[in-house]
């Protein structure tokens, strides 16, 4: 994922952990224990109330956020009427206008949505937009479950990281036998498992 966000991005530079401090020398994750970029949305700056574990930040686990209302009315709008609207563009554009203002100042990317899209280039916008703003916020399974697309996203060309044994009936969980052996209505198994 780290390579499919844009460098010009901010919400790049504050999701993703690419170099830490360690025994005091700033190092780059290739010479990490484990050469991986790591996740920093809720790490990367803990405040004045974190420990040396980090186990105290005064950064809270996000359940819900205003971005995530925008973004949900931009694509509902965008759905029930055949296409965008102003109030769709206004939407979207608000969280990205957002995106744009860092503390060191305001940034020019991502622009603002231009009019006349059609609707499933909106579409588009609008699920690419949720999949940056919101990353590791934990809405993505359940995103690409409401699209319909888990197959793809796990095993399409442009997927991020390929899962060929994801199956379309992997969008249900299967149900505790325990649970099915307790229904008196002969609950059945959802279908694949």
Not at 61 to 69: D, G
Not at 100 to 114: F, H, K, M, N, V
């Amino acid at each position: 994922m780290y390579n499919s966000v844009s460098d010009e991005d901010y919400r790049k530079k504050v999701s993703f952990l690419t170099q830490t401090p360690v025994k005091g020398v700033m190092t780059s994750y290739q010479k990490w224990k484990w050469p991986r970029i790591h996740m920093a949305k809720w790490c990367l700056y803990p405040g004045k109330n974190a420990s040396a574990e980090g186990s105290d930040s005064d950064n809270k686990y996000v359940i819900f956020r205003y971005a995530e209302v925008l973004l949900m009315a931009a694509e509902a709008i965008n759905e029930a009427n055949g296409g965008p609207t102003s109030a769709a563009y206004s939407y979207i554009n608000a969280v990205r206008a957002r995106a744009r203002y860092t503390p060191e100042g305001s940034r020019s990317y991502p622009a603002d949505l231009q009019s006349g899209m059609s609707q499933d280039a909106f579409r588009q916008a609008v699920r690419e937009e949720r999949r940056v703003e919101l990353a590791f916020e934990w809405k993505r399974w359940y995103d690409l479950k409401r699209w319909g697309v888990i197959v793809e996203a796990f095993n399409g060309a442009t997927a991020y990281e390929s899962q060929p044994n994801v199956k379309s009936f992997h969008a249900l969980l299967p149900i505790p036998q325990e649970e099915i052996g307790r229904n008196a209505n002969l609950l059945p198994q959802n279908p694949g498992y």
